[in-house]
């Protein structure tokens, strides 16, 4: 095998044999002397040093020859889960300035500005490479348009790719595995001790059921039978890179991210529960030992949907659906299947008696313009709890808007009575030159000490919803 560096020159016959294929290339180049030479040259090295340095020799074989020939070079490197091998990528590609600070050489060229988001993402692959519990979390990437937010898991993907072809970041898989799947996962738990003990590594992981099927009917269970071979990153190839991006949220389908059963393949294996009848197409088993892209996932609300579809008066979602109607500016929003005031009617019919899902209907009903609509659900929260003084002010409010000063007042002492902190009813009765002082409160009776006449407990204590002259209806905390 001739390495990248290799000086090895080929015979002179294959020279000459080489020459008139290497001759249009040269077609149109300029003459000895041009200024551009130099860079052209430069440029030609660099190409077939580039395909020297990328051309892939395969390595296949058995398990047996891979725990003998590629187990003893790098045990460690060869048992990295997917964070520790991106880790490891993003290093092979980094540096530590003089200051102790990580800078990674693949951002250098293509980002700027955003080096407090940059070092986020590495502290991320850092923790999660060191088996942290951030190691279980999505990495999202927020931010506004052409933020760099795509430029940024562009580059993380060439790089893998790029890693992948060297001998530090050299990948093996199980041959015919669907997820490219480590064949150190071969390794029988009851010898997994020894493994650790003869090697210092740790192995985790199970063999895919595809893998498992394979092993018993094909090998008769003799893992050091099953095939091997080295692997190699590619997006286009989907292996060890998936993306995702969704389809209009009405027609989606979860089969683009797990696959689907393959029903070619049911009549052959006879079972539609059996791993290789199925298709393994999804986004998610490409991403196998590498990483998935899902773009500008969080536009479906899919979490909205599923838990409105089961708990009809789940006040936070119910909050974070007509959040979302009011930011796209639609009575039905993307994705949804029905449209906010629906989701609303839907929980009142279902829970009559809510005062919180009224409460924020009502602040909902204000900020779409529809205040005859708000009022009858402001009012009906205030008839089923009178003590709330949230209620009683947001009606304040409402009959303020509608110049009804008398009941505005009446509304806004109930308010204050009760202890709600807020200044903004009293000064717009103010502005408006209707506020009156409420009378004085009789003196307190020996009744006000027997128990009939003692406060709410405090189980009956208002949820905090948002007044209604906030623009957009706030999910309540005790929800």
């Given at each position: 095998?001739?390495?990248?560096?290799?000086?090895?020159?080929?015979?002179?016959?294959?020279?000459?044999?080489?020459?008139?294929?290497?001759?249009?290339?040269?077609?149109?180049?300029?003459?000895?002397?041009?200024?551009?030479?130099?860079?052209?040259?430069?440029?030609?090295?660099?190409?077939?040093?580039?395909?020297?340095?990328?051309?892939?020799?395969?390595?296949?074989?058995?398990?047996?020859?891979?725990?003998?020939?590629?187990?003893?070079?790098?045990?460690?490197?060869?048992?990295?889960?997917?964070?520790?091998?991106?880790?490891?990528?993003?290093?092979?590609?980094?540096?530590?300035?003089?200051?102790?600070?990580?800078?990674?050489?693949?951002?250098?060229?293509?980002?700027?500005?955003?080096?407090?988001?940059?070092?986020?993402?590495?502290?991320?692959?850092?923790?999660?490479?060191?088996?942290?519990?951030?190691?279980?979390?999505?990495?999202?990437?927020?931010?506004?348009?052409?933020?760099?937010?795509?430029?940024?898991?562009?580059?993380?993907?060439?790089?893998?790719?790029?890693?992948?072809?060297?001998?530090?970041?050299?990948?093996?898989?199980?041959?015919?595995?669907?997820?490219?799947?480590?064949?150190?996962h071969l390794v029988p738990h009851g010898?997994?001790?020894?493994?650790?003990?003869?090697?210092?590594?740790?192995?985790?992981?199970?063999?895919?059921?595809?893998?498992?099927?394979?092993?018993?009917?094909?090998?008769?269970?003799?893992?050091?039978?099953?095939?091997?071979?080295?692997?190699?990153?590619?997006?286009?190839?989907?292996?060890?890179?998936?993306?995702?991006?969704?389809?209009?949220?009405?027609?989606?389908?979860?089969?683009?991210?797990?696959?689907?059963?393959?029903?070619?393949?049911?009549?052959?294996?006879?079972?539609?529960?059996?791993?290789?009848?199925?298709?393994?197409?999804?986004?998610?088993?490409?991403?196998?030992?590498?990483?998935?892209?899902?773009?500008?996932?969080?536009?479906?609300?899919?979490?909205?949907?599923?838990?409105?579809?089961?708990?009809?008066?789940?006040?936070?979602?119910?909050?974070?659906?007509?959040?979302?109607?009011?930011?796209?500016?639609?009575?039905?929003?993307?994705?949804?299947?029905?449209?906010?005031?629906?989701?609303?009617?839907?929980?009142?019919?279902?829970?009559?008696?809510?005062?919180?899902?009224?409460?924020?209907?009502?602040?909902?009903?204000?900020?779409?313009?529809?205040?005859?609509?708000?009022?009858?659900?402001?009012?009906?929260?205030?008839?089923?709890?009178?003590?709330?003084?949230?209620?009683?002010?947001?009606?304040?409010?409402?009959?303020?808007?509608?110049?009804?000063?008398?009941?505005?007042?009446?509304?806004?002492?109930?308010?204050?009575?009760?202890?709600?902190?807020?200044?903004?009813?009293?000064n717009k009765l103010k502005a408006a030159?209707?506020?009156?002082?409420?009378?004085?409160?009789?003196?307190?009776?020996?009744?006000?000490?027997?128990?009939?006449?003692?406060?709410?407990?405090?189980?009956?204590?208002?949820?905090?919803?948002?007044?209604?002259?906030?623009?957009?209806?706030?999910?309540?905390?005790?929800?």
């Amino acid at each position: 095998m001739t390495s990248p560096g290799s000086t090895h020159q080929p015979p002179d016959d294959a020279r000459k044999s080489a020459t008139p294929a290497m001759a249009p290339l040269l077609d149109g180049a300029p003459q000895a002397g041009h200024q551009d030479d130099a860079p052209r040259a430069r440029f030609a090295h660099d190409m077939a040093a580039y395909a020297a340095q990328h051309r892939i020799t395969p390595w296949r074989g058995q398990f047996a020859d891979f725990l003998e020939q590629i187990l003893p070079t790098g045990a460690t490197l060869l048992a990295r889960n997917a964070h520790q091998y991106l880790w490891d990528m993003m290093r092979w590609n980094g540096q530590t300035d003089g200051g102790g600070r990580f800078r990674c050489r693949l951002f250098d060229d293509e980002l700027f500005g955003i080096d407090e988001a940059i070092d986020r993402v590495a502290a991320y692959f850092k923790a999660a490479a060191a088996g942290s519990e951030v190691g279980r979390r999505m990495l999202l990437l927020l931010g506004p348009p052409s933020g760099g937010k795509s430029t940024m898991v562009i580059l993380l993907k060439r790089g893998l790719e790029e890693y992948s072809h060297s001998s530090e970041g050299a990948l093996y898989g199980i041959d015919g595995c669907p997820v490219h799947e480590s064949p150190l996962h071969l390794v029988p738990h009851g010898m997994r001790a020894d493994f650790r003990a003869s090697y210092g590594v740790e192995l985790q992981g199970e063999l895919c059921p595809h893998c498992r099927a394979r092993l018993e009917e094909q090998y008769a269970g003799d893992f050091l039978r099953m095939p091997v071979e080295r692997i190699h990153i590619s997006e286009a190839g989907r292996c060890g890179i998936g993306t995702y991006a969704p389809h209009d949220p009405t027609t989606a389908d979860l089969a683009d991210l797990v696959g689907s059963v393959d029903l070619s393949k049911v009549a052959q294996y006879g079972d539609e529960g059996d791993p290789r009848a199925w298709s393994w197409s999804g986004a998610v088993y490409a991403a196998s030992r590498g990483m998935l892209e899902m773009i500008e996932i969080l536009k479906v609300k899919r979490e909205f949907l599923y838990t409105l579809e089961h708990f009809p008066n789940h006040h936070r979602a119910l909050a974070s659906m007509a959040k979302l109607g009011l930011r796209q500016k639609s009575a039905q929003p993307g994705g949804a299947r029905y449209t906010v005031s629906c989701f609303f009617e839907r929980a009142i019919a279902y829970a009559p008696h809510d005062v919180t899902a009224r409460m924020v209907y009502g602040n909902y009903l204000l900020a779409t313009g529809q205040d005859t609509a708000a009022l009858e659900q402001l009012d009906a929260a205030s008839r089923l709890a009178p003590e709330q003084a949230t209620i009683q002010y947001n009606l304040g409010l409402m009959y303020v808007k509608k110049k009804e000063y008398e009941k505005a007042g009446v509304h806004a002492h109930k308010a204050y009575a009760l202890g709600f902190p807020l200044p903004g009813l009293k000064n717009k009765l103010k502005a408006a030159g209707k506020w009156r002082e409420a009378p004085p409160a009789p003196p307190a009776t020996e009744a006000a000490s027997v128990p009939d006449a003692v406060a709410p407990p405090a189980s009956a204590a208002e949820p905090a919803v948002a007044p209604v002259e906030e623009t957009v209806p706030a999910p309540p905390s005790g929800a």
